[in-house]
């Protein structure tokens, strides 16, 4: 009972009051910093270059870039690799010199040895890595890569065998939009190129299954092929801008085809930057991370600190009233009663 009322007392005392006050003080600045932090986010919506900047800010570190630098390597991935090194320049971050002379031995090494994957990827279609994969667009350049995959697919489709939609689709805009490329002299390769990066991650499965559903979707709107001629504009967009790697990883992260547009955009900042931003923040990078209901939380909590900030000083004030009044009328009190004979 003693050590209730003790308690009781403590309670009571103005200091009490004064470190809640503290206390509510610094839970208001924490809640406003977040709420700010949230709406700059949220302002930043339109701009993936902005959300992207903000995202590294917080989470590119050096230790993360070389660690990336290191699993891209032991992946026999010297191109990402390559693109975690002009991160880190971009941002100054120091990067171990011999790791960074690690990577340029690599990408000579690598550079041996490609004219079979080329061969390769020209007469099958079926990219494994970068030399296959250049071969794969220059047979869709010459229509010869378009004519093989329709011939391929069109035979399994009429022979009741499986078949896959999107490449026989594929084929044919690819068929139409090597015609538009030559006879505009070029003018649409980007295209071109895009619709068999397109291609290339449908076989390899790099094509994220929900963009697919969403871009089928829009092109039976249209009633055409339009959905996949904008997926093919964005992809060679991205491929011109941070390479055919760039491109395939956008669409493995993409989930609908306003992504795709976003990371063109993307692509027309960073360059050969891409692929790491990519890699280090998925789909974060295009994408907001913060709502206005994020903001507004933020901001409610904020208004409950204040309001605890406003009621413990009004109660500090108070109590410190109080407690003076009080003392002043137990020494009136004694001085009274010392003038009683």
């Known amino acids: 009972m003693e050590n209730r009322n003790r308690l009781t007392a403590l309670g009571r005392h103005p200091a009490a009051a004064v470190a809640f006050s503290v206390l ?70 120091p990067i171990d010199p011999a790791l960074a002379s690690q990577v340029k031995e690599t990408d000579q090494h690598t550079l041996t040895s490609t004219a079979g994957r080329f061969a ?95 871009v089928a979707r829009e092109a039976v709107k249209v009633e055409g092929a339009g959905g996949l001629v904008g997926l093919a504009q964005n992809t060679g967009r991205i491929e011109a801008k941070a390479g055919s790697q760039a491109a395939l990883d956008s669409l493995a992260i993409a989930q609908e085809p306003q992504d795709m547009s976003r990371m063109a955009r993307l692509a027309a900042a960073k360059g050969g930057k891409t692929r790491a931003t990519v890699k280090l923040l998925g789909r974060a990078a295009i ?28 109660a500090a004030a108070e109590r410190a009233t109080q407690r003076y009044l009080d003392r002043r009328k137990l020494r009136y009190a004694t001085a009274q009663a010392a003038l009683i004979p």
Request: glycine share 10%.
């Open 287 to 314: 994408v907001l991370t913060a709502s206005a209901i994020e903001v507004a939380s933020w901001l409610l909590w904020a208004g409950f600190a204040l309001l605890g900030f406003c009621a413990s000083c009004k």
């Open 120 to 214: 390769q990827g020209l007469w099958t279609g079926e990219p494994t890595d970068i030399a296959s994969l250049a071969g794969t667009a220059f047979g869709d350049l010459f229509v010869f890569g378009d004519i093989r995959d329709a011939a391929r697919e069109g035979t399994r489709y009429l022979t009741g065998r499986q078949y896959d939609p999107w490449i026989l689709g594929l084929a044919g805009v690819g068929i139409a939009i090597t015609a538009v490329t030559y006879a505009s002299f070029g003018a649409t390769t980007p295209e071109r190129v895009g619709v068999s990066l397109v291609k290339a991650a449908r076989r390899t499965g790099r094509l994220n299954p929900a963009l697919a559903v969403r």
């Open 24 to 93: 509510f003080a610094i839970a208001a600045a924490f809640f406003l910093r977040g709420g700010v932090a949230a709406h700059q986010r949220l302002a930043a919506a339109d701009d993936p270059v902005a959300v992207t900047e903000q995202a590294l800010a917080a989470s590119f570190t050096r230790d993360v870039a070389e660690r990336e630098i290191r699993n891209a390597l032991a992946a026999g991935d010297v191109d990402l690799a390559q693109s975690f090194v002009a991160l880190a320049t971009e941002r100054n971050l």
